[in-house]
């Protein structure tokens, strides 16, 4: 069985633009959470979706949003970029309720 | 509000010692705990867990944990370690729903020295 792929790995952007990062989920998981580790704070819960619907929302700003399409499959946004964005992105899939995570590679985005 | 705190960020061993990775949890309730392996490169991966029952947990690799209610800690251990555990170990908690909502501690790297 395939695991969770994210797409692309590595992503340089200059501040003010905006990103999309994608997470192909495990065939069957229907919920997917996002993370965003950084050295300084470490891994800090972006958002959970389960069966497109947002579920559960860390303390981030407006700016980063999320969807999760009908295929589980999700993607993430940031708008206007600022340096401070900077980060590897993971994404985790899983049933759901007491169900283990399993996490992705990682997309390393990189913000000049 | 729940926290976790790793007070080692770097540790180093030798190969074959033993390994005791220490972690601190602030929580308002019985939570669920973590503990995860991030090697250079890769996500995390599950080591083991506690959700109720037997306090001392056996995990994958050769790890376990030891949950201390009244330390609030939830240590972890490995009895002999080998040059391939070298990574970034994290240890995390959250609500009793679950994994979502997970808050994870800063982390602590490993080095092995042969």
């Known amino acids: 069985k395939a695991g969770v792929t994210q797409t692309p790995r590595y992503l340089i952007k200059t501040r003010g633009q905006q990103v999309t990062l994608s997470c192909s989920p495990i065939?069957?998981?229907?919920?997917v959470s996002w993370y965003q580790q950084t050295p300084g704070q470490g891994l800090q819960f972006l958002f959970e979706?389960?069966?497109?619907?947002?579920?559960n929302k860390g303390n981030f700003p407006g700016r980063f949003s999320g969807r999760q399409f009908s295929n589980s499959r999700s993607e993430m946004n940031v708008s206007t970029l600022e340096l401070g964005d900077s980060a590897l992105y993971l994404c985790a899939s899983s049933l759901g309720g007491q169900n283990e995570q399993f996490f992705g590679p990682g997309t390393r985005l990189t913000v000049l | 509000a729940q926290s976790v705190t790793q007070p080692d960020i770097h540790i180093t061993v030798s190969e074959g010692a033993s390994l005791e990775l220490r972690c601190n949890y602030s929580y308002g309730a019985t939570p669920y705990l973590f503990w995860y392996v991030q090697s250079p490169g890769q996500g995390l991966q599950l080591l083991l867990k506690?959700?109720?029952?037997?306090?001392l947990v056996q995990g994958i690799k050769g790890f376990e944990a030891e949950f201390k209610r009244s330390q609030s800690s939830f240590n972890l251990r490995k009895p002999s370690v080998h040059w391939s555990d070298a990574a970034e170990y994290f240890c995390?908690?959250?609500?009793?729903?679950?994994?979502?909502?997970?808050?994870f501690g800063t982390g602590t790297k490993l080095q092995v020295i042969p």
């Open positions: 979706y389960f069966s497109e619907t947002q579920r």
């Open positions: 995390a908690v959250g609500p009793r729903g679950g994994y979502q909502k997970v808050t």
């Open positions: 506690y959700f109720s029952g037997d306090t």
């Open positions: 065939s069957g998981h229907r919920s």
